[in-house]
């Protein structure tokens, strides 16, 4: 390997913002602490796991269960 590279020509990946959308969402604190505790277990980001889950529940076709009081 190169001790330095020269990336002065390089150019953004064109395809990286469709790949991930950045929103704002509200979550209950215990849910964000559940996925804290369990990135520091494994060593993904909270928000990766976030997304993992949510990208299984797409995949496997979940659907939410609304338990009201």
């Known amino acids: 390997m190169r001790k330095e590279y020269d990336f002065s020509k390089s150019k953004k990946n ?7 959308k950045q ?6 604190t215990e849910v964000v ?13 909270y ?8 990208r299984d529940c797409v995949q496997s076709h979940r659907k939410p269960v609304f338990k009201w009081a």
């Open 14 to 20: 064109p395809y990286a913002k469709m790949l991930k």
């Open 23 to 28: 929103i704002t969402l509200r979550i209950e």
């Open 33 to 45: 602490d559940y996925f804290k505790k369990m990135a520091e277990a494994s060593g993904v980001s």
């Open 47 to 54: 928000q990766n796991l976030i997304n993992l889950y949510l």
